[in-house]
């Protein structure tokens, strides 16, 4: 029987229900042998997990549970794959924080063995470990290939170097996901360590985050607990299921070598999530500073995406656009889609494992999905189920407001209080101006000007100057810290809303260097 618990107060069964649904339909359908699945709390949360199921085997035989296996389970170890990336990303920001790399360093500065094995025209430089961090390296995506070389040495993966790797894009103008990038990574923590990228990862992360289901090997790891992996053979039923070895343990692991758990992985991704929580600042530091946790989490390279389909309904036949802005950070997925917001992921897909880690960036809730055959659909899983909190949830994902700075709030104070004074008097307030504009304001627009316009914007609204007396910073629309709008309904059949719209300057004691009035909509 599928199981499920319910950890928190926050979620309703009826959630629960609809979550589990989903992944115990894609094992009923044979989408995945067994998965095992956690809903992530995020800042507002004390639970790491509110929520979590699981359903299918750890093993299949013949399309039946192997004699010697159980369901899967919370406590199940499956391979994350690829979302290894992310702690070999954060390995080489916590160096570069401890001033022993620097990110725009070639890689060969630090892995001898990489000089020369990039194609690269005459203008060209080597890859950075920015580039390669980012995916923008140029050099072949390498799945298939990639993920069947897990164990391979550090005397091999020289010769592979030796031998040259070729590229499609110039280095530094693409997006093309490469293991190999991660792979040279890895190395770059073995040279400056003097040791090994897994132990390292396991001694800055794994330990003080308390992951210590995770490892890299089937020895390091309880046997009992660990989901065996099944290709996909080209059948429909249960059968599809064969079982495959584990693969061993060497420089390709960097990319994609880490087995771990749902609770593990939902500790990983709240400390990932944590650096954009509304008191980040306030909070321990902990293995990875930061701002260099945010950093991890920016879109650096844009990941181009197809348009959507043009509508046949439509005689001009245009698309209408893209579904979501996407591209890379380090070692993580950042997208931006209409209806989430922005999302933070990464997938694994990985010989006989599916995976897949995301979150919402603004209240840090997320889901973490670990199956056990190739192709599992966890990444589309994870998104429904993130998609289904939303819509029956939407508290949970409430979008943080945007807060003014102070010297924000006491300008728009005092850039009301002229305006009051310009609409109701014969002459400028002066010393509100003088004291509060930037000394650009009246080379931009006169004060006698920005009078007659506030004016002419009130009449088109159908409004009078004391409609001004009603207007306070606090109930102003924040665009910024450094910028604020005011929009007033108008008067009468069809008439515009008088809009007002504030903007600080940069300097840290800014002046206003704008204060705009005008009218939109109706007319």
């Known amino acids: ?237 249960a059968t599809r299921f064969e079982p495959v070895p584990l693969d061993g343990h060497g420089v390709y692991g960097a990319m994609a070598g880490l087995f771990s758990t749902v609770d593990d992985i939902a500790a990983w991704v709240r400390f990932l999530a944590a650096a954009d929580a509304p008191d980040a600042a306030a909070r321990e530091t902990g293995p990875l500073a930061t701002a260099s946790r945010r950093e991890m989490q920016q879109l650096h390279r844009h990941h181009p995406l197809g348009s959507l389909p043009a509508d046949p309904e439509d005689p001009a036949r245009t698309s209408p656009g893209f579904d979501r802005v996407r591209g890379y950070g380090y070692g993580l997925v950042v997208e931006h889609f209409p209806d989430l917001g922005e999302v933070i992921s990464h997938s694994g897909g990985y010989p006989g494992y599916g995976s897949f880690m995301v979150w919402h960036r603004d209240s840090g809730v997320g889901v973490v999905a670990l199956a056990n055959s190739k192709y599992a659909p966890a990444t589309p899983l994870s998104m429904q189920t993130l998609r289904l909190l939303q819509r029956e949830l939407p508290a949970l994902f409430a979008r943080r407001p945007l807060q003014a700075a102070p010297r924000t709030v006491e300008a728009a104070e005092a850039a009301l209080a002229w305006l009051r004074g310009v609409a109701g008097a014969d002459t400028d307030p002066d010393p509100l101006a003088d004291a509060w504009f930037a000394d650009t304001m009246d080379l931009d627009v006169p004060r006698a000007e920005r009078r007659r316009r506030l004016t002419a914007a009130l009449a088109r609204a159908g409004l009078d100057a004391p409609v001004l007396e009603e207007l306070r910073a606090e109930g102003a629309q924040v665009l910024s810290r450094a910028q604020l709008r005011w929009t007033v309904p108008g008067r009468g059949p069809g008439a515009p809303s008088l809009r007002i719209e504030l903007l600080m300057d940069p300097r840290r004691d800014g002046l206003v260097q704008s204060l705009d009035t005008t009218t939109i909509g109706a007319r």
């Open 1 to 237: 029987m599928p199981e499920t618990s319910l950890l928190s107060p926050t979620l309703p069964s009826s959630v629960l229900d609809a979550v589990s649904a989903l992944f115990d339909t894609a094992v009923a359908e044979h989408r995945t042998s067994g998965v095992t699945w956690a809903i992530i709390g995020g800042h507002d949360h004390q639970q790491a997990v509110l929520a979590h199921g699981a359903a299918g085997h750890r093993e299949l035989t013949g399309g039946l549970p192997a004699a010697s296996t159980a369901p899967m389970d919370r406590a199940t170890v499956s391979r994350i794959a690829s979302m290894t990336k992310s702690f070999t990303a954060a390995t080489i920001l916590a160096l570069r924080d401890e001033g022993r790399l620097r990110l725009d360093d070639p890689v060969s500065a630090h892995v001898p063995e990489a000089a020369g094995a990039f194609d690269l025209a005459a203008d060209e430089h080597e890859p950075t470990l920015r580039q390669l961090l980012t995916m923008s390296g140029g050099l072949v995506t390498d799945n298939p290939w990639g993920d069947r070389q897990q164990a391979m040495t550090r005397e091999e993966f020289t010769a592979t170097l030796r031998g040259g790797l070729g590229h499609v894009h110039r280095v530094g103008t693409g997006f093309e996901y490469s293991n190999t990038g991660y792979a040279l990574l890895g190395r770059v923590i073995d040279e400056i360590t003097g040791g090994d990228y897994a132990s390292e990862i396991r001694r800055r992360f794994l330990t003080p985050l308390g992951m210590t289901a995770s490892g890299w090997s089937g020895q390091e790891i309880d046997a009992a607990q660990l989901a065996t992996g099944h290709r996909l053979a080209d059948r429909t039923d």
